[in-house]
């Protein structure tokens, strides 16, 4: 399932690595109070599956889902744990299926002309741009969406604050993803009160 529908409000998306589930759920609490919409929690550790389910019943007002998904079995794992929609850095035909069979919004990764089409041909309108400022970042998203303007991306990968603006005014991008307003020092303390300010910002700056 295309997630154009599901992530078109929104313009800014926080990829979060957490490796302490019991954070989680006031990570959510003060991004959502900061006016983030959806958070995406990346698979990337062992605690990332509780900490969707604990976001997912604990915060249901923010849209949560899940990053860095690799292996189709993750699929299951992460709609039992109540994930809202996925993303992967890329896109193989195994996983392509199993988010259709599952009826699961799936922002697949692309980074060239080729591997666009063949989404687009998928039915996916919506797709993962990683890591989007080694790859060119926004004169490469101009270059491959004037011959492909039917194709929204989601950008992720280098984006800072000043960055983040630069990306929203293309036509071609829906939303941005990045973690410059949730950096580790302050996520390690739990400085919250910081993170909401910085979330705060990143909202402001993104409100294009």
């Known amino acids: 399932m295309d997630a154009t529908n599901l992530l078109s409000d929104i313009n800014v998306v926080p990829v979060v690595v957490i490796e302490d ?4 759920v006031d990570l959510a609490l003060t991004l959502f109070d900061a006016g983030i919409k959806a958070i995406e929690i990346t698979l990337r ?9 604990l976001v997912a019943n604990k915060v249901p007002d923010i849209i949560v889902g899940a990053g860095s998904i690799r292996q189709v079995e ?18 193989t035909n195994p ?8 009826n ?5 990764g692309a980074a060239t002309a080729s591997e666009i089409l063949v989404l687009m041909n998928e039915g996916y309108m919506l797709q993962k741009f ?28 280098g984006i800072s604050a000043e ?5 929203l005014q293309l036509k071609c991008v829906t939303c941005v993803g990045g973690s410059w307003f949730i950096p580790p020092t ?15 910002s990143a909202v402001e700056i993104t409100s294009v």
Do not use: C, H, W
């Open 74 to 91: 993750q699929f299951d794992e992460i709609l039992n744990r109540g994930a809202q929609f996925a993303v992967s850095p890329g896109a």
């Open 104 to 108: 699961m919004p799936f922002v697949p």
């Open 130 to 157: 990683f890591p989007a400022e080694r790859l060119g970042g926004i004169q490469m998203l101009k270059a491959l969406s004037a011959p492909l303007p039917e194709v929204r991306f989601f950008p992720t990968g």
């Open 163 to 167: 960055l983040a603006p630069q990306y």
């Open 21 to 24: 589930k019991r954070i989680a």
């Open 186 to 200: 302050l996520l390690n303390r739990k400085d919250f009160a910081q993170i909401k300010v910085m979330a705060r």
């Open 45 to 53: 550790t062992t605690d990332a599956l509780d900490a969707v389910e």
């Open 95 to 102: 996983l392509v299926s199993k988010a259709k069979q599952i």
